[in-house]
């Protein structure tokens, strides 16, 4: 029979709690950035330069179509070999925000896409330049249209962000596998990790909300 010890967990809670900070801190930063580059990259999908278009294209295929370990530890043991040497914590935030930015930019290209084109004639037909109309015609009712699976995506980077504990990033994960490592309390660490995961999965949804009704003035479950 198994004896449940949750003593070790207890005892350092408060280390637990920073992890779940460090990740709250992580995601934010990377959501925030990611969602930056996501709209200049569809931006640059819609726009008229087949430059960018191919450029940022690429990007979206390569980023999509490799794993997010690979990408990390590219960034993060690849770069040193051409004297790019970078800290555990950017490097992660680095990788987070061009995995995100990628899927982001495809997001939001196709709200940008399902915009009417009769709105930005009449932006046009206004006098409105074309970063106006991008700005006040398009960028609004796009971002509205792809909200809720832009905050799915927000929520699934902040639980891929337990990858970072791979290469030593401090997060909620990389405290868990040193409790772990430390009280070999492996299930009593864990199962208290994966609530921590939960509890933060439904405060960002619930975030979400409340910003979704706030800028966008409609409830969320329309």
């Known amino acids: 029979m198994y004896h449940f010890n949750f003593t070790p967990v ?40 087949k430059v960018l278009h191919a450029i940022v294209g690429a990007y979206v295929e390569i980023i999509r179509n490799t794993p997010f370990l690979v990408q990390i530890f590219f960034l993060y043991f690849g770069l040193p070999a051409i004297g ?11 990788a987070l925000v061009i995995n995100v ?17 009769g709105q930005i004639e009449a932006g046009r037909a206004l006098g409105l330049g074309p970063i106006q109309i991008f700005r006040y015609v398009i960028l609004k009712p796009a971002l509205r249209n792809v909200y809720p ?11 891929t962000s337990s990858v970072v504990s791979t290469i030593s990033a401090n997060d909620l994960a990389s405290v868990g596998a040193d409790l772990n490592a430390k009280t070999f309390a492996s299930f009593e660490i864990y199962l208290v990790v994966t609530a921590f995961y939960l509890v933060l999965s439904l405060l960002f949804s619930g975030l979400f909300k409340l910003v979704q009704n706030a800028i966008f003035n409609y409830p969320a479950s329309r």
């Open 149 to 159: 699976a832009m905050t799915s995506q927000f929520i699934y980077l902040m639980l």
């Open 101 to 117: 930015g990628a899927y982001g930019t495809e997001i939001t290209r196709a709200g940008i896409e399902s915009v009417p084109h």
């Open 84 to 94: 790019i040497s970078l800290d555990p914590n950017v490097a992660a935030l680095i």
């Open 10 to 49: 207890l005892e350092n809670l408060d280390l637990l709690l920073y992890g779940a900070w460090l990740t709250i801190r992580l995601s934010f930063a990377a959501m925030l950035l990611g969602l930056i580059v996501s709209v200049l990259g569809a931006a640059a999908r819609t726009s008229h330069s």
